[in-house]
């Protein structure tokens, strides 16, 4: 496919690229733009699966947009620990993974793929290790982005509602209520009890809210949104552990008595083989995992179908006709703003699952004997 | 697999930055919200109840009013049927008076005319008496004058005089 081809069909699609700005599939185009420029070179052919892994995955820099086989990206800052020295450089050294610095580069294949490795060669052989990553990736600054938001929104909320305390509602503050009213009254005393659901408020609030943050975000193409975050098993599993330490550390005595000695439950099942225990062992940490690995598989499966029907549209464009494309853009991009809005139902009730399930555990933890 | 593979920067910054949040946002935000949110409820909740006893209270003041009105208005029908007991009372004891006052004044006119009345009958006795004492005087006189006659008179006399 030669370039002026490429910049025909671009002129065709302007139109639709600017609705899909509006449609959040941007970075795509971007990413899309260098993707085919470096097919230029003939080296790659459009892949699919690729191009969505990419899109999905964490990156030490945050590309933004491709103009003209420009990359435009923020680079963000690398911090390693190797060998006892800390190092501190900007993404930028590495030239979006071109090139090695200090002998760190970013790794292109095998069980490190996308992480930075240090490789040192000795003896002819290639040794590769893998230094302690604390870098400011595009996730981390997400992070912090969403949690920057999140103090602004919330700590204006609280001084709202310390000024009116016994007011209507006014604002933001208005928007936010009723979701924190849902949160306590459907899921915290719903799930824990009127008595004892005010400690766990703040962490359920933060949860919450913080989820929901996250995935909307998820869903913005521009920094500071973009990144994929709750589809990240470090961010959902650092979550889903706080929810088990908590849940821990709250429970009572009756909780454990449940856990190795269930009452109720015939007493060969305990001795000699304690099934049910071991059963009810492992059920305390797979509750959490399944925290983990649900909102990490909803949010990635409603990015990967996003972009999977975008995709559509360029391996039509590439495999096909650029008129094969563009007959099917329509299509794809309904479809496209058909998936972001059920993702936007998604990043609501994902958010809400969580949390509801994180205070039912808390519940369950604290339960008294009856 | 990088998708199931995360980096432990992420989970190491993760865990940082979801607890200072959850500290933060705990002790600044979530905390004075839940107190606000608890005593705006307690506050309406409170005005609902008093709004409530307030109407209890309007209700019990107007049965109260009610029962005020109806006993005046029993009070007044007393005060009114009282007055015309009295009235009648005082219209009765007047004519009873009056009538007593006419009888005695009718009587006493009676006994003044019977009094007259005999004053009357006495002195028209006395002076027939007186007349016809003169009149016999005259008569006598008359009588008197001839001889025979006076004869004849005591004549008369002596016969009507009984002597056995």
């Known amino acids: ?370 | 697999m990088e998708l199931v593979n995360p980096g432990i920067g992420l989970i190491f910054w993760m865990v940082v930055i979801f607890g200072l949040l959850l500290l933060v946002l705990g002790k600044y935000a979530w905390k004075p919200i839940m107190k606000s949110l608890h005593e705006r409820e307690e506050s309406i909740d409170k005005a609902l109840k008093s709004a409530d006893k307030a109407r209890e209270e309007m209700k019990s003041l107007q049965a109260d009013n009610e029962k005020l009105r109806q006993e005046a208005r029993e009070e007044r029908d007393k005060i009114l049927k009282q007055a015309r007991d009295k009235q009648n009372e005082i219209i009765e004891q007047a004519r009873e008076e009056a009538n007593q006052e006419r009888q005695r004044i009718i009587d006493s006119a009676r006994k003044e005319i019977s009094n007259e009345k005999q004053a009357a009958a006495r002195e028209l006795r006395e002076t027939v008496a007186d007349i016809s004492l003169k009149i016999a005087e005259k008569i006598t006189r008359q009588e008197l004058e001839d001889e025979k006659k006076q004869h004849k008179l005591v004549k008369e006399y002596f016969d009507e005089i009984d002597f056995r």
């Open chain 1, 1 to 370: 496919m030669n370039k002026v081809t490429l910049s025909k069909t671009l002129k065709i699609f302007t139109p639709i690229l600017l609705i899909s700005i509006l449609l959040q599939v941007n970075p795509l185009y971007a990413s899309e733009n260098s993707e085919s420029a470096n097919n230029d070179s003939g080296e790659e052919e459009f892949n699919a699966g690729k191009m969505i892994l990419d899109h999905i995955v964490d990156h030490y820099s945050w590309h933004v947009m491709t103009i003209d086989g420009k990359e435009v990206a923020i680079n963000l800052p690398v911090i390693l620990y190797h060998k006892g020295q800390w190092h501190f450089f900007m993404s930028s050294r590495f030239d979006h993974g071109h090139s090695s610095y200090k002998g760190f580069k970013i790794a292109k294949e095998g069980p490190n793929n996308g992480k930075i490795v240090h490789v040192t060669h000795k003896n002819g052989g290639k040794k590769v290790e893998r230094p302690l990553d604390l870098s400011i990736t595009k996730n981390v600054a997400s992070l912090f982005s969403a949690a920057i938001i999140a103090l602004l929104i919330f700590l204006s909320v609280a001084k709202r509602y310390k000024q009116r305390t016994y007011k209507a509602p006014k604002g933001l503050q208005s928007f936010l209520e009723p979701v924190i009213l849902f949160i306590r009254d459907e899921v915290a005393i719903a799930a824990i009890g009127k008595e004892k659901y005010h400690k766990f408020m703040p962490y359920l609030l933060t949860l919450f809210f913080f989820i929901f943050l996250m995935n909307l975000m998820g869903l913005v193409p521009i920094p500071p949104g973009g990144a994929n975050l709750t589809g990240n098993l470090a961010v959902t599993g650092v979550m889903a552990l706080f929810t088990l330490i908590i849940t821990l550390t709250s429970s009572n005595k009756n909780y454990w008595r449940h856990t190795f000695n269930t009452p109720g439950i015939p007493i060969l099942l305990k001795l000699p083989i304690p099934i049910i225990p071991v059963i009810e062992l492992v059920g305390i940490f797979t509750k959490p995992f399944v925290l983990m690995v649900r909102l990490f598989a909803n949010i990635t499966a409603g990015h990967i179908v996003l972009l999977s029907f975008v995709s559509i549209i360029f391996i039509f464009t590439n495999n096909i006709d650029p008129i094969a494309g563009l007959a099917v853009s329509p299509v794809s991009l309904l479809f496209g703003v058909f998936i972001s809005l059920l993702e936007l139902l998604v990043a609501f009730i994902q958010a809400y699952v969580f949390v509801l399930l994180s205070a039912l555990y808390f519940g369950m933890a604290m339960e008294e004997e009856h």
